[in-house]
C-alpha cells in the first residue's frame, strides 16, 4: 500500500491517489497503522474546528489538545508543563495558548513555552509542550501518536 503523504506535523489536504483506505469510512478512535510504530487515530471531523478553536482529545491514553490555526491543524499535549493544568480552559490568541492557571504562554504550532508561569513572586519558563502530527484526510482529521 502506497501513501502520499508524509508525517510532518502541519499537513494540507492529503492527495489519496489510488489509496483505497483513505476513502473507507472510519469512526472517531478508529487506528489507522501508520509506518513501523505511528497510529494516526480519528480525533475530529474538519467542521468541528474553526479556525481559532480548541478541541480535547484523548487519543490512546494521551490527553491531547487539537487546535485550527489559520487554516492549520496541530496537536499537542493538554495538560500544562507547569502544574498540569487543562491548557483548553485557556485563551487563545493567534497560534498562543495562555494558560488559566499561572499564565504561562505556548505556541501551538511548535509545542514551544513562550511566556512564563507566575506564581506569587516567582516566574518559571515552563517546559515545551509535546506535539503529535496531524493529517487530513477528505473531512476527517488524523492525530498520531507513537
Ligand atoms: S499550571 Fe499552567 S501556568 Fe501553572
Not at 476513502?23 to 471531523?45: N, P, Y
Not at 474553526?50 to 499535549?77: F, P, R, T
Not at 483548553?88 to 497560534?95: S, V
Request: charged letters at 25%.
Amino acid at each position: 500500500m502506497t501513501r502520499m503523504a508524509t508525517t510532518s506535523r502541519r499537513f494540507g489536504t492529503i492527495t489519496a491517489g489510488s489509496n483505497k483506505d483513505a476513502k473507507h469510512h472510519r469512526s472517531k478512535g478508529e487506528v489507522e497503522q501508520w509506518g513501523d510504530d505511528m497510529k494516526f487515530v480519528l480525533a475530529a471531523t474538519t467542521s468541528e474546528l474553526a479556525n481559532g478553536a480548541m478541541k480535547a482529545v484523548d487519543i490512546e491514553g494521551q490527553e491531547l489538545l487539537l487546535a485550527k490555526i489559520q487554516d492549520g491543524y496541530y496537536a499537542v499535549g493538554r495538560r500544562c508543563t507547569h502544574m498540569a493544568e487543562n491548557l483548553c480552559d485557556g485563551t487563545l490568541d493567534g497560534p498562543v495558548v495562555t494558560c488559566p492557571r499561572h499564565g504561562a504562554r505556548f505556541d501551538l504550532t511548535s509545542g514551544k513555552a513562550v511566556g512564563k508561569a507566575k506564581l506569587m513572586f516567582l516566574s518559571t519558563m515552563p517546559k515545551d509542550l509535546a506535539t503529535y502530527p496531524v493529517k487530513i484526510e477528505g473531512t476527517e482529521v488524523f492525530v498520531g501518536v507513537a
